[in-house]
């Protein structure tokens, strides 16, 4: 018996390392069909800031290596981003054989639409909160104060923005989720409708720099919670199985 248990056990860990393996070839597949474009990519993603600074102002490298080494790390996590799709595949061929059916017919729907609202969520950093923060930090400048940002600070700030963006843009999942550990209910939930509507703006207070795309961060991630719900109430109401 011990010994069948370790068999077992070591078939796991194997399994556990060829799936760790595929998810990294990907990401290192994608990331050599994009290197040689690292500079255009990061040209892309600075455009909502190059776009809104004074003319004559440009983006500075402090460090000597930082702008070869800058837009190689962007590429690198624009291939995790984009290696996202496989890398749950392999996550749900290592777990799915220990799921039930009515756990599986859940899961697949969830990873498809948790993968769909992250990107949501990073283009909406991109064309919407990008712009009107940006717009807002120039605007307010000190009188005698020039523009010139690093471009590693840069890559940092919108990498952060765009996982956490990317991550609350993950709300209907979590309140599926939620609801289905029985940790609460669609109708505790509905009832506290108040409670999240001013901490959705909470939320936007504390990632965003201003009044305006505090609002516009707030509104989607509301609306969010009641795509939530509805998903939450669709499920439990025709118990799949």
């Not at 500079?39 to 892309?44: A, C, F, S």
């Not at 729907?109 to 969520?121: E, K, R």
């Not at 939620?178 to 209910?185: A, D, H, M, V």
């Not at 108040?194 to 207070?205: H, N, S």
Request: aromatic share 14%.
């Amino acid at each position: 018996m011990i010994i069948e248990e370790n068999q077992l056990i070591i078939e796991h860990l194997i399994e556990l390392r060829r799936r760790l393996i595929n998810c990294l070839v990907t990401i290192f597949v994608v990331f050599l069909s994009l290197v040689y474009f690292a500079n255009n990519i990061y040209n892309l993603v600075a455009l909502p800031l190059i776009s809104q600074m004074p003319v004559g102002t440009n983006m500075i490298a402090i460090d000597v290596a930082s702008s070869f080494m800058t837009p190689i790390k962007l590429t690198a996590v624009i291939s995790i981003f984009l290696s996202i799709p496989m890398i749950l595949y392999q996550v749900w061929g290592f777990i799915a054989p220990a799921l039930y059916k009515h756990e599986r017919n859940l899961l697949i729907p969830v990873a498809i639409l948790g993968t769909f609202l992250f990107y949501i969520g990073i283009i909406f950093a991109y064309f919407i909160i990008l712009p009107v923060a940006f717009k807002f930090f120039i605007e307010t400048l000190p009188k005698g104060v020039v523009l010139a940002t690093d471009i590693t600070k840069y890559l940092d700030f919108v990498i952060w923005l765009f996982i956490v963006c990317g991550i609350s843009f993950e709300i209907p999942i979590l309140i599926v989720l939620l609801c289905w550990s029985n940790i609460t209910n669609t109708k505790k939930l509905k009832k506290n409708r108040p409670y999240v509507f001013i901490g959705t703006f909470v939320i936007g207070m504390l990632l965003t720099p201003d009044v305006f795309s505090q609002i516009l961060l707030a509104i989607p991630l509301y609306f969010l919670f009641e795509i939530g719900l509805l998903l939450a109430h669709y499920y439990f109401n025709n118990k799949i199985k």
